[in-house]
């Protein structure tokens, strides 16, 4: 978060220290958590919380869980985009 506020206030949006901060907030923050909390709530219904590095079934796991923690949060982004007018290519 604090280098997306950075970014906010030295890039092209030049907005300033409260506002970059409070869209970094409004965000990323909530973007992140929805995405861990995806993952986290996937992983463990798969693995039920076991690491096991050399199993296959671990690793499945794994790219199923962030499969979940990139789809959860894309609702939100886009709407959020839409709300103000933004492209995200």
Known sequence: MAL????????RDGLSWPSAAKTAAGMSL????TMEA???VVDY?????????????FWSAAVIAMSA?????LP???LRL??????CH
């Open 45 to 57: 219904h798969l693995t039920g919380g076991a690491v096991a590095f050399d199993s296959p079934a």
């Open 4 to 11: 997306e506020t950075i970014l906010l206030r030295l890039g």
């Open 69 to 73: 923690g990139f789809l959860a949060p």
């Open 30 to 33: 909530i973007s992140m958590l």
């Open 38 to 40: 995806a993952q986290n």
């Open 76 to 78: 939100y982004n886009y």
């Open 82 to 87: 839409r709300k103000y007018g933004k492209a």
